[in-house]
Structures are given as C-alpha cells and as structure tokens.
C-alpha cells in the first residue's frame, strides 16, 4: 500500500498532463450541454413574475450553477487521481458509502416520508445519489477479480447480486422506492458480462403479463378477465413455440399443438351448446396436460432441454397468479395508483394524475417549435409540481417544442451510446463493467424520469441526470462520469 | 481477462434497447407536439383569464344640455365554475349579507340551463348582481378567500329627472334572445330596453375591451399576459343629445296627472321631438338596481298600462283633427277651391246623418275649419270618392296615397321602439269589409276622423308639423345628436306629401281662424299667433277622447303640439288647454300670471276615473 501511493504520487505530474491529452472530450462536451441546458431550464422553471437573474443565488437556477461549479471542481480533481486508485479503493469507497447509507437511515429526518437526507446546515446531501458510484466501482472491481466467471460458479454469481442488492435494501430502508428500483438496471451490466439473455426475456415477458392483466380487467371469454384470458393465450403460444424450437423432429410439437387444438374445438362446440367452461380450469388444464406430456416424454428419452420450457410455463403461470395479489397487497395504495394512471386505466386528474395531466399538457402545448424561452405558461404559472427537479423535461418541452425535445433526447441518447462504445474500448473488465454500470444507470434514469414526463410510465420520483435541480443528484452523476473518463483516459496506460 | 467476443455483441442488444425507447419517445412527442392540438387548448384555458372590461355606457342629456342619464358603478359577483375551490360558504354569505338559503338559492339558479342558458363550466357566470359599494368594499378585502370569485364592475343608469320613462327607456340583463341574435353579448350583460336605451343599443353600449390575464394553479391572478400587449382597452358608448327639452317634457306630465292620454310636440322645422308624454308614464329609476323585477312586475300588471307608450303605440280615432288633411286632399284633388261652400243644416244629411254644430250655412272651407263644420268635409269626401265617371276603388286609393304620404298609416320611422302605425284603410279592406257594396257616402265618418281611421298622436302631430311648415316635414326623431356620428340620413331628408303649398297656406289661415274665432279661442295666447284644431273622438270606451292639434307661432313655427286625453270630453276642454299650456311654455318660458289658474286647473283635473278603468 505504501509503495502504491508513492508510486501514484511520483506519476501525478505526468497523468495530470497526459489525461487531458487521452481526455474523451465528446463526452466532456455532452456533459457540458447537459448541465448548463439544465440549469437554463432550471431558471424557466422556477421564473416567475418577479424577473431576478439567473445568477441570484437564492434562486434554483443560481443554487444550480454553484452545483455546476463544485461539480466541476470535483470532476477535475477527479480526473488527476491516479485511475489505479479506483480500482485499488473500490471496495474500502463501497463500505464507506454503505456506512453512509446506514448511518443515513438513523439520522436523517423526516422530509415527506423519507429519511434520505443528511443536512449539514444550509447544504442538504442525499447518501443514496453517491452509491452509485460506488456499487459501480465495487462490481467493476468483482468482475476483474482474478478467475471471476459469472456462468461458471454460484458463489460468483451470489456475489454480483449481493453487491448490488446491498445498497437497495439499505436505500429501500430510507423509503426512496425510486433510487433503490435504479440499481435493478445493473442486470444490463450483468447481461452483457454473460448472463442468460433469457433472464432479460423473462424481465420482458413478465412486464408484459403485468401490464396486460393489470390493465384489461373486464371479462371477455370463458368468464375470465380479457388480460388473463390474453396472458394465457400467450403462455400457451410461448410453450408451443419453445416446443418448436428446441425439438428437432417437431413430432412432440405436432402432438401438443394436435391436443391444444382438439381441446379448444370440444371447449368451443360446449360453449355453442350453452356450456360454458371456465377459462381458468380450462388452460390450466391444458398447460398442465400439455406440461406433463412433454415431462413424460423428456424421462423416457432423457432429453434435458425441455426444462427451460416447462419451467418457462409453471413460473408464468405462477406469476399470473400472483400479479393481482402483489398488485392488490404488496403495492402500497399510491403506488397502486401510479400505475393505474400510467396505465391509463384510470384518470385522477386531481390526484395522482394532476402532476402527469399537466406535465402533458405543458409539453403537448409546445408544439413544434415551442413558446420560447421563459414564454411556457404552464411552466410560469406553476401548474407542473415539481417541475424544477424530477418534471423539468416538460419546460423544455413546452418552451422549446418538438425540435427542443427531440434535442435534449438525442444529447442523453448519444451520451449513452458513446458511454457503451467507451466501455467496449476498455482493455480490463474492471473499465468496462464500470462503464456498463454507468451506462445502465443512465438508460433507467432517462428511460423513466422521460417516460414518465409524458405519462407513459408510473410517476417514480427520479430526477433526470445533469438536468433535474439538486446538487447531490448532479454531483452523483459528475462523480459517476468523471470517474469514468479518468479511467478511459488511462486506457493505454498500461497494459 | 481475455476478451469474449461473441458476448461483445451484447452491446447492440443495449444499444439497440437505447435506440429503440428513444424512438418510442420521439413518436409520443411527436404525438402530443405535433399530432394533437387539444394540449395548446388546456394550457390556454389554464393559464389565460380573459376578463372582459366593460366600457362606460353612453350619457344622455336634453337638447339644452341637461344631463338625464348617467352611470353608475355597480358590482357583479361571478366566478369560472370549474376554477372554483371550496370556500366558506358562510363566511361569504356574512360578506355579501346572504342568507344561506338564498347563497344555495342562487346557485343553484346559476347552475340551472334553463334560467341561465349561457351556464358554461368554463365561462365566468354571474352569482350576484348588484351588489352594493359597501358589500363590494368588505369582498374585495377577502377575496382571497374565496378562490374563483371575482368582482365585475359594471355600471348601471342613474336617471337625473322621474320623467319621459318612455322616451330614455332603461337597462336590463340580457335575454336568451339576445345572445343569440347578437355575438356581442355574452352571459350577465346588460343591454337597453325600451325607449332610446333600446334603439340607440349600438351606439350606447360602446365596445367591450378585454384584459388578458395569467392565473397560476391556485387560480391567483398573475399578472397581464405579455404586459397587456394583447388587451383591447374598451371604448366608451357615444353620448346621446336628445332633441327633448326635459323641462317641457316634465311640464307636460305634471299636466297630463290624472289623465290618460299623450302629448307629442315637435319642432316643425327640423322635426325633432320637443316632448313625448305618455300618461300614466312611470319613473325610469323604478327600473334599475336589485328592484327592477319586482317594479317591472307592478308596472305590468297596473291597469292603467304606464308601460305603453300612447304617444307612439296608441292608435287613436283623430276625429276633427284629421279635417286639415281632407281639406289639403280636396283641394289638391280640384273637388274644392277654397271659395267652395257647402251647406250645413246641423249637419251631413245624405240618406245618412253626420251631426253638427250650429254655424252659419253654406260656409266654405276656411269657416269650416274654424267651426270644426262635419258637413262640409263629408260633402267634399262625398265628392271626390264618388265622383262621376271614376271608380270608388280608384278614388279611395287615391285618398289613401294622400294619407300615407302625410304620415298615416304606416310607422313614421322615429328613433324609438315599438311605434304603431295607426290604421288607415284601403280600398280592398272595404271590398272585404263591406263585401263590395260601398261607396263614398256609406264610409263618410272617415273624413272626419272616426270609423275606421286610426292615428298615433305622433301622425297627428307630425301633420301639424306639416302645417306648420306649410307643405313638408322631417321624419320625427328624439336623438338630436349622436357623439361623433352624423345623423342618420332618413332624419334630415324633408319628406314633402304630393300637395301644393298654396293649400297647405289655405289650410294654416283656417287654423288660425279656429284660434281667433273658432273652437280653439281657448288656445289663444297673448302676443302669439298661434294656430289650432280641435278634435273630439268618439269611441267605444266611453265619453269622447279631447284632442287638439297646434302650432305656434302662425309665421316661422316654432312649435307643433298634438295632446290627446282620453274620454275627457270636448276637444277644447282639455285638449286645448293643455296644448296651449305647452306652446306658452315652449314659446315663453312661463305661463303668463292671467293663465296660471288654467293651469292649475288642467294639473288637478282628473279624467282617468271617466276611462271606465278601475284600479283593482
């Protein structure tokens, strides 16, 4: 340890000339736009009538270009630490933050319902923004460990998870159920380090068979509901499918699709005859034969294969079942109600929806090429809560339009992309594992804090990187990139 | 650790995931920008408060320049349904002094489509009309506690005189009607009604301005919206001069207390009205404030009808005073010169029998207007409708052209509304009437001014007007002068009847001579020459209707006079007094102190008990 920081601090004088050279400036550049564009926004969405500059200090906007500063600040001292030390300290950073976040849990106060805060005077931190970077730095350092293997060993796997799941358990504790849902992004990172894309299909299907059933509750045919009867529609299209796919000769294919087909005309002629099944024994009972079939067929021949698949047909089913009940019990009432307005299935435009209704009709009545600047009189008039911090996309969607939005898009769009390409251009998986966490905290924040600006997922309170007000989420997000580019810079550093 | 190429490939999978939500985002913005325009209405109707501010409502003064109706301010309570927040009901009622039964009484009015076709959860509605200053003072303090409301100043009449009721006319809420016949209108307006607040609606009123302002979320008022570059300043209504001398007109209703009837002067020369009264008449300021239903209501439902304006609406029997126009139709018919005589034993008697009175016979034209001689006008009528070698139809026609020409028959085209057009019949009416079987002599009480003739007293002074001027008049008007508008052309054009002004010369000299000698010696002022025509109606109802036609001086006229009191009896009982009493006040000023007890003996008499009208 003692010659490693004395070896550090002998080379500081050359890498601090020398990271500037290997110094990714795109990215620097579209952390730049980002930032002021945020802070000028920042500025539209907290003017009022009282016009103070965008300076003042005792406005967002000014409190925001201070954040910028200090980022800065902290960006550049970032950049002229030696990156071995990152790697060198990425666990002993990973416990502090975590003792941070325990620590946080006790002594922060109550501040509508969560005890995220730390308050050092007239400064307010939130803990939970800087393990990010730290959960990051701790699963960039697992995966480089000598002999890690994600698919070879369970311990490994298990540590991965653990790595990632400490801080959401401790990030759940504070009650901020949106920064802890953020880490669950990091399966981007351990997709591409080698996990079952099947795992990311199963994410998809089950997102899928929970919109589906959550959203079309009326009933349709064989009296059950039409998102349970659709869900069961394609459980039973999925099985036959994964049949197809993994039987060579198609004959145990044939036979099921033979059986689902005789079962379903017998149900129809019942049903012509005024006897009506009901749909839920009805699949069940087909899956089950169908299962069953095929699990007799595997023992007798000792083909493994079809394991995926019947397992694939008992978890759907399984999590069919227990959709309603997470829905109904686990989910507290606003949250259940979030993802009713964002299903569409109901309005609440003086509850819940107020915020998303209007945030809608701020950014729709942007326009092509909007009101122009500190014009947006939903933004001026304050009809967007919260539109400094987690809603400032819809300032920008209505003072600056269609051309605006699709701008700022594009700006998060190729931060992302370059930050992907960064990471494939790192010569360890320790660079390129933190460049994925990265990338995958981004995706998630961008995808919801945008998607849910117009309506299109449930309300999560979470701000949108380098644009939404706050200087912990601001300086998390700096410290998360700076870290990054300080370790792209040194990429040809050594081998 | 060695590089795993074939897991490389995973980044298109994130990338491509990336690239794929982005798109997603494009097209729903696309799709609430660019597709959709219903978001551009909701920010409007959020953020935009479009008050309207309502201009000052036109002034009216007298032709002396006596102010008679001005404004005053008046608040309305209103509110936009759907940006009202629940507020202390009680505490506001305690404000506006409310019980909370009228509060929800009220409300519910508003609410209700049938009593308030304008409702409209997105417009402003009017809640209270009329509240006091006081009231207004202690809401606008707390108004803050009452999201959603606001304060309308409008401005309501203010009637300097009780009198000419019919002639200012006055203001009321707007009907259904009107919002829909008119798109200046909106909801809780107000607009004229009767007399010139009505027809001169247009030019009153003004133009509405409107005031752009921005409301937060919690309906705050936030300011203009671009600093007011989008407001309309409102523009205030023109001010009206009318051509009535206030003074006279007062004059005139104090004379026609207890009497039924009207009284129309008008200057010859330019045709303005000098007064218009209509007895029983009304205060006009009976009509304004919280009160108006309740008077409007009583007004009504009085039998003696103050709301019907006799002056221009009430057609008439002219009797004798219809005697000039026949005069002035024979004579430019040839069926008489003015040397002319007739026979009068008492009367017309010619298988029928039109009475008269006791003169001297034969007499000519001249006599016979200073006599008010029936006879000779039913010879002279006798003469021209069935005359020889034409037909009756072609002869009564010709009679009837002559009448509309002077004013009868149709609406004159005054400046006022609800004039009626008195009644005067065509041939085809006795075709009809009379199944063909009629002639000159079988409808001879025409020519005197009874069976089926009607007139207004307006016709009936617009004809003396015509005498006056010796052949023309203008077309009665009671606005003088319309600020910064020239009057319309249909008041200043002189309208001349086919009718030689030699004739009309003939005609004046015979009024003169009824002053002089005749029955209209009442009528007699001193130092003036004034000229006269009594009438005396008989009708259904009861004693005869007392006419009197007059102008004054007989040279250079400056004052034409119609009075009518109903079932008062001979035309030189009251019509003449009165009539004379107008002209001398007109024409002097004063009532000169020989003529002071007439006077008071015209103001106490009371003729209304003989209308057969009870007062329930």
Known sequence: ?495 | MRKDYKLERRKFVIGGFVVLIAAIFVARLFALQVGEGKYKEHADSNAFLRRTVYPARGLIYDRKGRLLVYNRPAYDVMLVPRDVKEFDTLAFCKVVRLSIEEFRERWAAMKDVRKNPGYSDYTPQKLLSQISEEEYGRLQEKLFEFPGLFVQKRTLREYTYPNAGNVLGNIRDVSAADLENDRYYRPGDYTGDLGVEKSHEKHLRGVKGVEILMKDANGRVQGKFEDGRHDKAPVSGRNLTLSLDMELQAYGEQLMQGKIGAIVAIEPETGEVLALVSSPGYDPSLLIGKQRGAHYAELVQDPYKPLYDRALQAGYPPGSTFKPTQGLIFLQEGVITPSTMYPCYHGYINGLRVGCHGHGSPIALKPALQTSCNAYFCWGFKNMIDKRGTKVTNQFDKWKDYMVQMGYGYKLGIDLPHEGRGFIPNSAFYDKARKGKWSGNSIISVSIGQGEVLATPLQIANLCATVANRGWFRTPHIVKEVEDTVLDASFIEKRRPAIDRKHYETIAEGMRMAVLGGTCRGAALPGIEVCGKTGTAQNPHGKDHSAFIGFAPYHNPKIAVCVYVENAGFGATYGVPIGSLIMEKYLTGDISPARKGLEERMMNANTIISSGVKKH
């Open chain 1, 1 to 495: 340890m003692q010659t490693l920081s004395s070896a550090a601090g002998s080379k500081n004088t050359d890498t601090g000339v020398s990271v500037f050279r290997s110094l990714d400036w795109f990215t620097v550049g579209l952390y730049l736009l980002l930032v002021v564009g945020g802070a000028i926004s920042i500025y539209a969405a907290s003017y009022d009538f009282d016009n103070a500059s965008m300076f003042d200090m005792s406005e967002f906007s000014g409190k925001q270009f201070m954040w910028i500063g200090i980022s800065l600040l902290v960006g550049l001292s970032l950049l002229l630490i030696d990156s071995r030390l990152y790697e060198a300290y990425a666990y002993p950073i990973y416990g502090v933050v975590l003792l941070l976040l325990v620590i946080t849990i006790f002594i922060a106060p109550d501040i509508k319902g969560s005890r995220s805060w730390l308050v050092f005077g007239p400064i307010s931190l939130q803990p939970a923004e800087f393990g990010k970077f730290a959960t990051a730095l701790a699963l960039a350092k697992l995966f480089d460990s000598y002999n890690f293997n994600l698919n070879g060993k369970k311990s490994d796997y298990m540590r991965a998870l653990i790595i990632i799941f400490l801080p959401v358990m401790l990030i759940l504790m504070q009650k901020e159920t949106g920064s802890a849902l953020v880490y669950f992004s990091l399966f981007f990172v351990l997709y591409r380090e080698g996990m079952s894309g099947l795992v990311l299909c199963a994410v998809l299907g089950a997102i899928t068979y929970f919109v589906v059933a959550v959203k079309y509750t009326e009933p349709l045919l064989l009296g059950i509901p039409a998102g349970e009867f659709a869900v069961f529609l394609i459980i039973s299209l999925v099985f036959l499918g994964m049949l197809a796919f993994y039987c060579r000769d198609f004959i145990i294919a044939r036979n099921v699709i033979l059986g689902f087909l005789a079962s379903g005309a017998i149900v129809g002629t019942l049903a012509a005859f005024g006897i009506i099944v009901n749909g839920k024994v009805f699949f069940l009972s087909l899956l089950g034969a169908g299962c069953s079939y095929v699990a007799i067929v595997m023992f007798r021949y000792k083909i493994q294969k079809f394991v995926i698949t019947i397992a694939t047909v008992v978890l759907s089913v399984g999590f069919l079942f227990s959709v309603n009940y997470v829905f109904g019990h686990v989910l507290q009432p606003h949250q259940q109600m979030r993802i009713k307005v964002a299903l569409g299935i109901v309005e609440d435009l003086r509850g819940v929806g107020y915020n998303v209704n209007q945030s809608k009709i701020a950014i729709g009545s942007g326009g092509l090429t909007g009101k122009g600047f500190l014009n947006g009189t939903q933004t001026k008039l304050k009809y967007v809560p919260e539109q400094h911090t987690d809603f400032i996309f819809c300032t920008i969607g209505e003072e600056e339009g269609f051309a605006g939005s699709v701008t700022v898009l594009t700006l998060f769009v190729a931060l992302i992309l370059r930050i992907i390409h960064l990471a494939e251009r790192q010569r360890n998986a320790f660079g390129r594992v933190y460049a994925y966490c990265v990338a995958s905290f981004l995706i998630f924040h961008v995808c919801i804090n945008i998607g849910m600006v117009m309506g299109l997922c449930p309300v999560i309170g979470i701000p949108l990187p380098f644009f939404s007000y706050g200087g912990s989420a601001l300086l998390g997000f700096t410290i998360l990139l700076f870290i990054l580019l300080r370790i792209d810079a040194a990429r040809n550093e050594r081998i």
